[in-house]
């Protein structure tokens, strides 16, 4: 990986799970606990592809197991989000945008499932049968309900964020014809919101409006 990628990567993990632990852990919400370190692998992974998906989701998951008040074997989240990233970075496109955000949010969804299945999973292999005394089925609802909530506002800005530190043109929406950004098209799909792509798109017909003003003046003139 490429020192700008790990230096964000690791700001932005370490970031996440001080969040995590200070902040959403305290709200004692019914069920699961809303993974932001889960959304930042994934945001990450979209980018980066399923290499740098796989070695992210490893190093964050590390962190996790070693971090207060962790109280589980370590390496055992590491393996989960290891998992998780190489498998959210296989959904990149290969140019890198989406028109759509179903897509993206398939993803979180899959992945909140995925993680909650293997990290009880592993947990049983190694004798940890917690999430047996919780109960599965509601871990895996809140956990896919929170993340789903949460994702519109952490995984757009942790893509942008990535994209513009190995200066991404596909973070720039100056190009017109060629699609919208999947960050900004996660908003903006069944929000009516429109992030960019508007300003983009007026700045571009008054670019136009200029140059066909240029050329009639400039015909007349000659005339």
């Known amino acids: ?10 700001a932005l993990v370490v970031v996440a799970l001080v969040l995590q632990v200070s902040v959403l852990a305290r709200l004692h919400l019914p ?6 370190l889960l959304l930042t692998v994934l945001g990450l992974a979209i980018v980066y592809g399923h290499v740098g998906g796989a070695l992210i989701g490893f190093g964050a998951g590390l962190l996790a197991d070693l971090a207060p008040p962790a109280d589980h074997a370590a390496g ?7 998992v998780i990233g190489y498998l959210a970075g296989l959904v990149r496109p290969e140019n890198g945008r989406l028109k759509s955000a179903t897509g993206p949010m398939a993803v979180v969804v899959a ?4 993680t909650t299945l293997l990290y009880a999973l592993v947990g049983a292999l190694v004798g940890d049968t917690a999430a047996r ?10 956990a896919a309900l ?7 506002f952490v995984v757009p800005g942790i893509m942008w964020l990535a994209r513009r530190a190995e200066n991404d043109p596909l973070a720039d929406a100056n190009s017109p014809g060629k699609g919208t950004d999947i960050s900004s098209g996660w908003l903006s799909s069944g929000t ?15 670019a136009r409006a200029r ?3 240029a050329g009639r003046i400039k015909g007349v003139k000659r005339l």
Do not use: E
């Open 1 to 10: 990986m490429r020192v700008n990628r790990i230096l964000l990567s690791t």
């Open 31 to 36: 069920g699961a606990v809303p993974d932001l």
């Open 76 to 82: 055992r989240y590491a393996l989960v989000l290891c």
């Open 111 to 114: 992945a909140a499932i995925g």
């Open 133 to 142: 005394h919780v109960g599965l089925g509601s871990l895996l609802f809140s």
């Open 146 to 152: 929170y993340d789903l909530l949460l994702a519109p």
């Open 192 to 206: 009516g919101l429109r992030i960019g792509g508007q300003r983009n798109g007026l700045r571009v017909k008054a």
């Open 211 to 213: 140059t066909a003003r």
